[in-house]
């Protein structure tokens, strides 16, 4: 199988094909873009000024079933191997999802340096009965406390985040492990996209729905 992408962030691109093709569930977070060569202005866009500087990516795999984590590793090895920005590692995750995590892009001298990933971070939240939205809500602000950097709660299911509660906290743990029985706990399967933003210097989480039961 070949699939080629064109997009400012052609390996996301990627992904979501393969999802709508296999139902495989990845989770998109993406590295800090600071490079001139990571970035381009946006053309004819109200609310952004500028965007990831991605292009064209192709890559080939074995057609017949295809195994999931395999042919993710193969993907995200050759879009590292790419002059598109940010590098990526798969990273297996409960229920039979993956997390494709952004660990290095360009710094402010164009050599690609390594970052830590943002839901690496430690926090600790207080375990508690509270609607979805405000988990993500806490989880986002200890993350920002720590990083400097914002987390906004971009595209989501609304109704869902905020009617849906669940007893959720940990001490000490990875934010990306809180995130992930936040979203677990809901009846829908749900999935994210951490998108940076270079215009505002800061990180849009999306919140997916994925079709078919859980």
């Known amino acids: 199988m070949r699939i080629t992408a064109n997009s400012p962030r052609p390996l996301l691109q990627m992904i979501e094909a393969l999802r709508q093709q296999f139902g495989w569930i990845v989770n998109y977070e993406e590295p800090r873009y600071s490079s001139r060569l990571d970035v381009i202005e946006a053309a004819k866009s109200p609310t952004q000024s500028d965007i990831p500087s991605g292009g064209e990516f192709t890559v080939e795999f074995p057609a017949k079933a295809p195994d999931p984590e395999k042919t993710l590793r193969l993907i995200v090895d050759a879009y590292n191997h790419s002059n598109n920005p940010g590098r990526f590692e798969v990273r297996p995750a409960p229920d039979a999802q993956f997390y494709l995590v952004g660990t290095a892009a360009r710094d402010e001298k164009d050599a690609v340096s390594p970052q830590p990933a943002a839901f690496d971070s430690i926090v600790t939240l207080p375990s508690q ?11 986002g602000d200890a993350i920002t406390a720590q990083i400097h950097v914002p987390i906004t709660l971009g595209v989501a299911p609304q109704k869902t985040l905020a009617y849906t509660k669940a007893t959720v906290g940990g001490s000490k743990v990875a934010a990306r492990e809180l995130l992930h029985q936040c979203l677990a706990a809901s009846t829908r399967r749900l999935y994210w996209y951490l998108l940076y933003d270079p215009s505002s210097k800061g990180y849009f989480l999306d919140v997916h729905t994925a079709p078919g039961a859980k």
Do not use: G, K
């Not at 009965?129 to 989880?139: F, G, H, K, S, Y």
């Open 129 to 139: 009965e509270r609607p979805l939205a405000d988990t993500i809500q806490a989880v």
